[in-house]
């Protein structure tokens, strides 16, 4: 059973439309992550959080924004969707780095 | 400049072969992860090393951390179609996130 849910799983939308991509965690993670990757290519950090009300830019430059109000909860959102946000989205949540990431099983978003 | 490289990028091959994958670095890493991610779903995460020179087995599949902790590998005895997917490395420095390899899509055919 999945510790980490994300959702939608499928999401297509229209250019222009402001969209919330949910993800959540039941393990009490203080660490949480966004990850943007094509299909079957490399994963890139778009945000992470530390713990509730902190909230950074990852290594790939994005037009999406975060928030961390509680521990469970770190929802991604873009204002304005375009095409070149296509792509899957993934969520990941970590007590340690060493421990490593539980991730969510993503969501694809299609921008049409 | 990628941190972590691995090698290859794309491998295929029988059931039954045997085949290793290379993670490499010129940094040092405090520890050394291995997931495995198929289609549509998010990677899992396969094994955690530690230590330098540690070597781990999970079924058919060995892990081994380089003794300067600068390279990890992934070993797989007789391949199956259900090993097939990409496979990451990722590395830790101490520090609050991981950095990821840019993964080994591996395909074994029946």
């Known amino acids: 059973e999945a510790d980490i849910y994300q959702t939608p799983r499928y999401l297509v939308i229209g250019t222009g439309k402001k969209i919330t991509l949910e993800c959540s965690q039941t393990?009490?993670?203080?660490?949480m992550y966004w990850y943007q990757q094509d299909p079957g290519m490399e994963l890139h950090l778009i945000h992470y959080s530390y713990g509730v009300n902190s909230t950074e830019k990852g290594d790939l430059s994005s037009e999406s924004t975060v928030s961390r109000i509680r521990t469970e909860h770190f929802p991604l959102t873009l204002e304005s969707a375009r095409p070149s946000h296509t792509s899957q989205y993934l969520c990941?949540?970590?007590?340690?780095?060493?421990?490593?990431?539980?991730f969510g099983s993503g969501t694809r978003l299609t921008v049409v | 400049t990628q941190l972590l490289e691995q090698s290859p990028q794309f491998l295929s091959i029988q059931e039954g072969e045997n085949l290793t994958v290379y993670c490499n670095s010129s940094?040092?890493?405090?520890?050394l992860q291995w997931y495995r991610q198929e289609p549509g779903e998010g990677p899992v995460l396969l094994v955690t090393v530690v230590t330098g020179g540690e070597v781990k087995k999970l079924k058919r599949l060995t892990f081994q951390f380089g003794d300067a902790r600068k390279d990890s590998s992934l070993h797989i005895t007789a391949a199956q179609p259900g090993d097939t997917g990409l496979y990451l490395c990722?590395?830790?420095?101490?520090?609050?996130?991981?950095?990821f390899g840019q993964g080994t899509r591996l395909t074994i055919n029946p």
């Open positions: 940094s040092v890493f405090s520890s």
């Open positions: 990941a949540s970590s007590v340690a780095v060493n421990y490593g990431y539980t």
């Open positions: 990722a590395g830790s420095q101490g520090a609050q996130k991981l950095v």
């Open positions: 393990m009490g993670h203080d660490k």
